[in-house]
């Protein structure tokens, strides 16, 4: 392969930091506007959100979004998923929701799975896959609470289940012959995706190439500025075709090699456009991020551009904790100035802070005010129906 030799454009972290920040419309009071619509605006700009099951504070895909949307409504985020059917969960480098106009770019991965399941649904009996599937076509959406005569076995992982139709399901989720039609919390009800969305025909899966389009094209411009690793975080396998894409299009001058301040031999790049269009200092809005928030996730990306080192640290032994079990890295502007390590008293209606920790540049002289008062909003948002 004939790589590009164009000299890459020097750009200051702090510039590279704003680029990012446009990207992840984290720059701008309420990007995607207001009411129900934004939902699906901001699934669909972002590319996916991020599902996990912690709930010491309000979900992470529900975080997300009220990080972007001020008005946001866990109804919207179900509306989307059960009513108009504008977002999906399936996987992307962890489950999440995605916008149903890319359902064509997953269902390659879906026939993988088909074709030959990973080793966690080996424990899958036929019989079990088959009752499932009949079920679901009999009598409509099923979660596994609707399944209460299967015969116990012992968990063989602390995350499975003692119920074989569990994973049963999982593997025909994963394998595209169902989806989640609906969620309740971390309750999931499988539906046939034909009935689900309506179909008289499956869509025609994406090829190898459009998919690999598809994820060059999603990080583009929900990271603005991009690295091999940054494109494919957790899915290294994709490196050399997307490398490819790359080096065609920088051929074409439709993406510009860019060398960002600190980061040494790694390369990245962007469009024309979003170099020329570089932001001004961001607005010292305060964002309380999820940790599964897209800007935290990639740690070693979040180190090279804001010089914050973030912590995840719900499976580290207590003492050993430094910011604490789940710490929300707290975004002042362009500064990620401190780690608050916060959990819900839902009995109580009020947020708790466990850990209050100033990095970088942050100090209570400067910061504490706004933050306090961000925390009260957020605070308002946890409670403002039952958690789920």
Same mark, same amino acid.
């Given at each position: 392969?004939?790589?590009?030799?164009?000299?890459?454009?020097?750009?200051?972290?702090?510039?590279?930091?704003?680029?990012?920040?446009?990207?992840?419309?984290?720059?701008?009071?309420?990007?995607?506007?207001?009411?129900?619509?934004?939902?699906?605006?901001?699934?669909?700009?972002?590319?996916?959100?991020?599902?996990?099951?912690?709930?010491?504070?309000?979900?992470?895909?529900?975080?997300?979004?009220?990080?972007?949307?001020?008005?946001?409504?866990?109804?919207?985020?179900?509306?989307?998923?059960?009513?108009?059917?504008?977002?999906?969960?399936?996987?992307?480098?962890?489950?999440?929701?995605?916008?149903?106009?890319?359902?064509?770019?997953?269902?390659?991965?879906?026939?993988?799975?088909?074709?030959?399941?990973?080793?966690?649904?080996?424990?899958?009996?036929?019989? &079990?896959?088959?009752?499932?599937?009949?079920?679901?076509?009999?009598?409509?959406?099923?979660?596994?609470?609707?399944?209460?005569? &299967?015969?116990?076995?012992?968990?063989?992982?602390?995350?499975?289940?003692?119920?074989?139709?569990?994973?049963?399901?999982?593997?025909?989720?994963?394998?595209?012959?169902?989806?989640?039609?609906?969620?309740?919390?971390?309750?999931?009800?499988?539906?046939?995706?034909?009935?689900?969305?309506?179909? &008289?025909?499956?869509?025609?899966?994406?090829?190898?190439?459009?998919?690999?389009?598809?994820?060059?094209?999603?990080?583009?411009?929900?990271?603005?500025?991009?690295?091999?690793?940054?494109?494919?975080?957790?899915?290294?396998?994709?490196?050399?075709?997307?490398?490819?894409?790359?080096?065609?299009?920088?051929?074409?001058?439709?993406?510009?090699?860019?060398?960002?301040?600190?980061?040494?031999?790694?390369?990245?790049?962007?469009?024309?456009?979003?170099?020329?269009?570089?932001?001004?200092?961001?607005?010292?809005?305060?964002?309380?991020?999820?940790?599964?928030?897209?800007?935290?996730?990639?740690?070693?990306?979040?180190?090279?551009?804001?010089?914050?080192?973030?912590?995840?640290?719900?499976?580290?032994?207590?003492?050993?904790?430094?910011?604490?079990?789940?710490?929300?890295?707290?975004?002042?502007?362009?500064?990620?100035?401190?780690?608050?390590?916060?959990?819900? &008293?839902?009995?109580?209606?009020?947020?708790?802070?466990?850990?209050?920790?100033?990095?970088?540049?942050?100090?209570?002289?400067?910061?504490?005010?706004?933050?306090?008062?961000?925390?009260?909003?957020?605070?308002?948002?946890?409670?403002?129906?039952?958690?789920?």
């Amino acid at each position: 392969m004939v790589r590009s030799t164009r000299r890459p454009v020097e750009l200051p972290a702090a510039v590279a930091r704003r680029i990012w920040l446009t990207a992840q419309r984290l720059d701008t009071a309420a990007p995607f506007g207001e009411g129900p619509a934004a939902t699906p605006a901001a699934v669909a700009h972002l590319g996916y959100v991020q599902i996990d099951t912690i709930n010491v504070i309000e979900r992470c895909h529900h975080h997300i979004l009220w990080t972007r949307i001020p008005d946001y409504e866990r109804a919207h985020l179900h509306a989307a998923q059960s009513v108009d059917k504008s977002v999906f969960e399936y996987w992307t480098h962890a489950l999440a929701y995605v916008p149903t106009a890319d359902l064509r770019q997953f269902l390659p991965a879906m026939a993988a799975h088909r074709q030959a399941p990973p080793s966690w649904f080996s424990a899958v009996r036929r019989k &079990d896959l088959h009752r499932v599937m009949s079920l679901v076509r009999k009598n409509g959406p099923l979660s596994i609470r609707d399944i209460d005569d &299967d015969v116990l076995v012992e968990k063989d992982h602390p995350w499975a289940s003692r119920k074989p139709s569990k994973r049963a399901l999982q593997l025909a989720f994963f394998a595209g012959a169902l989806t989640v039609a609906e969620r309740n919390g971390m309750i999931k009800s499988y539906e046939l995706p034909e009935r689900h969305f309506g179909w &008289d025909r499956r869509p025609r899966p994406a090829t190898p190439r459009q998919v690999n389009e598809y994820v060059l094209e999603r990080a583009l411009r929900s990271q603005g500025i991009v690295s091999l690793d940054s494109i494919c975080h957790l899915d290294a396998g994709r490196k050399p075709a997307i490398r490819a894409l790359i080096e065609a299009r920088l051929r074409r001058r439709l993406l510009v090699p860019v060398a960002v301040e600190g980061a040494g031999r790694t390369e990245h790049w962007a469009s024309p456009q979003a170099l020329a269009e570089t932001p001004a200092p961001a607005a010292p809005l305060v964002h309380i991020l999820s940790p599964f928030d897209p800007l935290i996730i990639q740690r070693r990306r979040l180190k090279l551009f804001f010089g914050y080192d973030h912590l995840f640290e719900a499976y580290v032994p207590k003492e050993k904790r430094v910011y604490g079990y789940f710490a929300l890295p707290v975004l002042v502007g362009d500064a990620i100035v401190a780690a608050i390590d916060c959990k819900t &008293d839902r009995q109580a209606g009020r947020l708790l802070i466990n850990r209050w920790t100033w990095v970088g540049e942050g100090s209570a002289a400067e910061h504490k005010a706004t933050i306090e008062e961000a925390l009260h909003r957020f605070e308002r948002f946890q409670f403002a129906v039952p958690a789920g």
